[in-house]
T-cell receptor, first 113, second 114 residues
Framework: GENVEQHPSTLSVQEGDSAVIKCTYS??????FPWYKQELGKRPQLIID?????GEKKDQRIAVTLNKTAKHFSLHITETQPEDSAVYFC????????????FGTGTRLTIIP | DAGVIQSPRHEVTEMGQEVTLRCKPI?????LFWYRQTMMRGLELLIY????????DSGMPEDRFSAKMPNASFSTLKIQPSEPRDSAVYFC????????????FGQGTRLTVV
């Protein structure tokens, strides 16, 4: 099945700086890559997703890039703010056997005021 | 819509007892997912339903776990008998259609088995 690796596991950045979280996946047929944000004690919520027919997608301060050749995708947050502090999960669709969404292990992002 | 509703929010039970977690998906969504979240294993898919039919239960850890979806607006996840290693946060999520659309998660049930 799909294997999604996520790095780093923890990340601290100064408020206003950028944060980058990277994920790799194993199934070359994967074609849907969402990112979820989970604030402390809350539920995961979708913040952005990308499909394999595009290489980059932006939504205000958030962007995701996809490199299908290298099988990796990244989340970029610019001009970070304290409310960006959360755990971020990447995920990828596996088309091996039954279709399934596999999550990375998460990155705990802390924004330092 | 109130979103995905789970109950209870917290459950503390003794080892060996039966535990039932409940979920009401968003109206109009035809896919429902049960996830388990722990520090060690992250977010694991336990089972998912499409149009009330179980499609993939390969993530269900043992026969002690079972899930049902008797209609489009209700699902249960049952653990019988419960064990301390089942302690985790259990999330239910629903989507309009399968994995390729936004998953809306419930607030989760924090289960503690002592």
């Amino acid at each position: 099945g799909e294997n999604v690796e996520q790095h780093p596991s923890t990340l601290s950045v100064q408020e206003g700086d950028s944060a980058v979280i990277k994920c790799t996946y194993s199934d070359s047929a994967s074609n849907y890559f969402p990112w979820y944000k989970q604030e402390l004690g809350k539920r995961p919520q979708l913040i952005i997703d990308i499909r394999s027919n595009v290489g980059e997608k932006k939504d205000q301060r958030i962007a995701v890039t996809l490199n299908k050749t290298a099988k990796h995708f990244s989340l970029h947050i610019t001009e970070t703010q304290p409310e960006d502090s959360a755990v971020y999960f990447c995920a990828a669709i596996s088309n091996f056997g039954n279709e399934k969404l596999t999550f990375g292990t998460g990155t705990r992002l802390t924004i330092i005021p | 819509d109130a979103g995905v509703i789970q109950s209870p929010r917290h459950e503390v039970t003794e080892m060996g007892q039966e535990v039932t977690l409940r979920c009401k998906p968003i109206s109009g969504h035809n896919s429902l997912f049960w996830y388990r979240q722990t520090m060690m294993r992250g977010l694991e898919l336990l089972i998912y339903f499409n149009n009330n039919v179980p499609i993939d239960d390969s993530g269900m850890p043992e026969d002690r776990f079972s899930a049902k979806m008797p209609n489009a607006s209700f699902s249960t996840l049952k653990i019988q008998p419960s064990e301390p290693r089942d302690s985790a946060v259990y999330f239910c999520a629903s989507t309009r259609d399968g994995f390729r659309t936004e998953a809306f998660f419930g607030q989760g049930t924090r289960l503690t088995v002592v």
